[in-house]
């Protein structure tokens, strides 16, 4: 497969996201690791989402594994990721996808 045939693929994978999936996305905007992830989460969502672990670190092997983020480096035992500029385009497409779903709702109001 070509590249622009291999992102449409994963674009396809992974719209629309988990909640998990736009998380960890968002949270990498800036390099984190794992539990860095799981601690920002709970709080911006005010503790009503906790991450497992077991969720957290299959998803980042999966999103590292399609391109969507890649691994940086290793902090103190911790390995630090980031968003690829695929991520940001999956991300955006959710985005995009998520204001449509709100703008809709609100004009059926």
Known sequence: MEV?????????????????????????????HGYGIVQ?????????IVLSPGTMYGSLSKMEKDGLIR?????????????TELGKEVLNIELAR????????????
């Open 71 to 83: 691994f940086i480096c290793e902090e103190e035992k911790r390995k630090i990721y980031q968003i």
């Open 4 to 32: 622009a045939e291999t992102d449409s693929h994963i674009k396809k994978v992974y719209v629309p996201m988990t909640e998990t999936g736009f998380y960890i996305l968002l949270c990498l905007r800036e390099p984190n």
């Open 40 to 48: 920002k989460v709970k709080e911006i969502t005010a503790g009503d």
């Open 98 to 109: 998520i204001e449509r779903l709100y703008r809709n709702m609100k004009e059926m109001s």
